[in-house]
């Protein structure tokens, strides 16, 4: 019954930043394990970055050091800043619960970095 509304994609020039936002509602949102997932054109689906109910935040290699994964509890919102923008970073950006996967996803935000 969790419902998640993606935002925040858009079109960026390499090097550029974007900050995406997770909204979640019909759940208790503080005790769950959130992530940010992506899917590229002709790509599986990745786990990019995760952050614990907790505040405690894994990346993956490639966004390490680029990407950073936050989330205030009392607006049910995950975030993703993601800066110094890769070509490489486009795709479709999806939140979900991490753990146990929730099985309806969300509608997604693009993200394209292009000049």
């Known amino acids: 019954q969790a419902h998640l509304v993606e935002s925040g994609g858009g079109l960026v020039q390499p090097g550029g930043s974007l900050r995406l936002s997770c909204a979640a509602s019909g759940i208790i949102f503080s005790i769950y394990d959130m992530g940010w997932y992506r899917q590229a054109p002709g790509k599986q689906r990745e786990l990019v970055a995760a952050?614990?109910?907790?505040?405690?935040?894994n990346y993956a290699d490639s966004v390490k050091g680029r990407f950073t994964i936050s989330r205030d509890n009392a607006k049910n919102t995950v975030y993703l800043q993601m800066n110094s923008l890769k070509p490489e970073d486009t795709a479709v950006y999806y939140c979900?619960?991490?753990?146990?996967?929730?099985?309806?996803w969300g509608q997604g935000t693009q993200v394209t970095v292009s000049s």
């Open positions: 979900n619960e991490v753990r146990v996967g929730w099985g309806s």
């Open positions: 952050i614990t109910s907790g505040g405690s935040a």
